[in-house]
């Protein structure tokens, strides 16, 4: 396991970091505690949570995530081994995460609510790193169209609001570090100057989706990251599993993702998937390899990467993605998925 830097703030993380969104809806308690035991065993030190999980979101789950880590924490005497990452939520029209009927947002009452509820949650007193889990702005992300890129909402909470917060809870030390996720290059290059002018936390980490099937990262935000000390945490590296190829055919197994949650994400139904997909397996195929792995090794690769974010829901689904890191990226695969890449270009972003 390689350990890398999470941006400028003195922490290393493993290359792979642990995700948990699965976990109090797929996954049980005595699931996650064996998850996090064999990750731990593997050299993985760094976990990812959210307030929101786990996903699919609903508010009768929401934060049992969270409640699992906390209790292994505990159990394990683990806190001081482990970088802990959560994230708040960004706007949104969702009733029942904040006190009252309003959705959440980003300024200081919700930040501040929900930092002390993941803080209970967790059972620690800080988190290493705190995510903005997407904008407070109108923005096209999850796969949804295009509609909200020049829209202004007249009560936008400013990313200077934010991050002022966001300093304060640093000064109070709950959080040592701050990270965004589902953000522009616009989002990041503002938060980074504003920091700068303002004496206000610096972003260390951009939690993005990024894949074979969704390399539009590459389009502005990889140079931020490269330029300014600002890595990717790619989530999603296996595109809900369409890079394992157990969806290839028309296949649906049993307790997988979009078996049990057939409305999750339509991003992966769009007409270029399946092709994309199938093309990516063929290749896997003749150079010896498992799609799983290559897929995986894909995001690890990127010079821009600080970690890649894999989900499990059984421990051989675990190991198996652990594995991947070992495997060698040669120019006979960028060779090939670059190929694909340029006739089938982002499928699903």
Known sequence: MEYRPLGTSGLKVSQICLGTMTWGEQNSQDEAFAQMDAAVAAGVNFFDAAELYPVPPRPETQGRTEDYIGNWLT?????????LATKVMGRSDRAGYRPGDEGPCLNRAHITFALERSLKRLQTDYVDLYQ???????LPIFGTGPEYVHQIAEDET???????VLADLVKDGKIRHIGL?????WGLMTCLQKSRELGLPRVQSVQNSFHLLNRTYEQGL??????ENAGLLAYSPLAMGYLTGKYRHGALPDNSRFATFPNFNSRYRRPGVVPA?????????????SLTAMALKFCDSRDFTTSTIIGATTLDQLAENIAAIELEWTQEMEDGVKA?????PNPAP
Do not use: C
């Not at 400013?158 to 002022?164: G, R």
């Not at 990889?222 to 330029?227: A, K, N, P, T």
């Not at 694909?340 to 089938?344: G, T």
């Open 158 to 164: 400013s990313l200077q609001e934010t991050l002022s």
């Open 132 to 138: 903005l889990h997407w904008p407070d702005r109108l």
């Open 181 to 185: 996720s589902n953000e522009t290059p």
């Open 277 to 289: 997909v199938e093309k990516y397996a063929q290749l896997a195929e003749r150079l010896g390899v």
């Open 340 to 344: 694909i890449h340029m006739e089938n």
């Open 222 to 227: 990889s140079e931020v990251s490269l330029r």
């Open 75 to 83: 159990a394990r005497g683990s806190r001081d081994k482990i970088v």
